[in-house]
C-alpha cells in the first residue's frame, strides 16, 4: 500500500512523492490531508547501505501511516502498475538521486558510474512522467535536479549533464503537459546522506566550507527542499520554472 498521512483540519490534496529511500528523507508535505508516498529502491545502484536505509524507511513509516509501498524505480512495468493502482491525483514529486556515482573527474571516473547516474535519476524521472501520460496527474509535477546543473566545478561533469538534462526538460514538459504544471527544485549541497561516502570529519569540513562560501551563510537542510516542494506545488501560475534552493551558490 501507498502511504496516507492524515492531518485533520487541512485543506485535501492528493500527492505522491515518489522519494529514492538511500538518499533523500520523506518530503512530509505540511497542508497535505492526502499525501501518498512511494519508497523507492534503484536497482543499478542497489547495495547493501541503500537496502538497509530502504528498510529502515519502510520500518518508520509502518508506525506512523496507513502503509508503505517499496518498488523498484527503474522497472518501468512496476512504475505503470503502481500508477495504474493509484488512479488520478493532483501532484506528483520526483526526488530520486544514485548518491555520489559518477563523482570525481571525468577521465578518472568508469562509464559504468556515468551511465549510472543517467538511469537512476534522469531516465528514472522519464518513467514516471511517460506513466502518466494519460494525464492522471491533474495539477503538478515537480522535480529534484540541482546546482551542479549550472555550476563549473571540477569533477562534477557526470552530475552536471544529468541535473542539466532535468532542467532543460522542464519548459518543454511544461508546454506540452499543460495545464499541468511542471517545476524543479535545484539545491546546493544538502545535510543529507547523499554525503556518506564521506567520513564523518570530511563531511563536516566540506559543509563548513560550503557554507563559507554562500551569501546565506549556511548550507540547506531536508526540510529547505521540502519548503521549495510545497511553495512550487501551491504556486499557480509557477510553470517551467527552476527553484533555486542553494543560498546563493548559482549567483555568488
Not at 7 to 31: D, E, H, K, L, Y
Not at 60 to 72: I, M, N, T, Y
Not at 110 to 116: A, G, I, K, N
Not at 141 to 158: E, F
Amino acid at each position: 500500500m501507498p502511504v496516507l498521512l492524515a492531518q485533520p483540519g487541512v485543506t485535501a490534496f492528493r500527492t505522491v512523492s515518489i522519494v529514492f529511500s538511500a538518499t533523500w528523507p520523506t518530503f512530509w508535505m505540511r497542508g497535505c490531508l492526502a499525501c501518498w508516498t512511494a519508497i523507492v529502491r534503484s536497482t543499478p545502484v542497489a547495495h547493501s547501505a541503500c537496502s538497509r536505509a530502504a528498510g529502515r524507511r519502510v520500518a518508520a513509516l509502518a508506525g506512523r501511516v496507513a502503509g508503505v509501498e517499496q518498488l523498484d524505480g527503474a522497472d518501468r512495468d512496476a512504475v505503470a502498475a503502481f500508477l495504474e493502482r493509484f488512479g488520478p491525483f493532483e501532484h506528483l514529486v520526483l526526488a530520486f538521486s544514485p548518491g555520489a556515482a559518477g563523482l570525481g573527474p571525468i577521465r578518472e571516473i568508469s562509464l559504468d558510474d556515468v551511465e549510472t547516474a543517467f538511469t537512476a535519476k534522469l531516465f528514472a524521472y522519464i518513467h514516471y512522467i511517460h506513466a502518466i501520460r494519460e494525464a492522471k496527474v491533474t495539477e503538478s509535477i515537480t522535480m529534484i535536479s540541482a546546482a551542479s546543473a549550472r555550476a563549473a566545478l571540477p569533477g562534477t561533469v557526470t552530475l552536471a549533464a544529468v541535473n542539466g538534462a532535468i532542467e532543460r526538460i522542464v519548459s518543454p514538459l511544461a508546454a506540452e503537459l499543460a495545464p499541468v504544471r511542471v517545476n524543479a527544485v535545484a539545491p546546493g549541497v544538502v545535510d543529507t546522506a547523499w554525503w556518506s561516502f564521506l567520513p564523518e570529519d570530511q563531511r563536516r569540513a566540506q559543509f563548513d566550507a560550503a557554507a563559507s562560501s554562500v551569501p546565506a551563510g549556511r548550507i540547506a537542510s531536508a526540510a529547505d527542499v521540502a519548503d521549495a516542494i510545497e511553495y512550487l506545488i501551491g504556486a499557480r501560475l509557477v510553470t517551467g520554472s527552476i527553484l533555486p534552493v542553494d543560498g546563493g551558490f548559482t549567483v555568488a
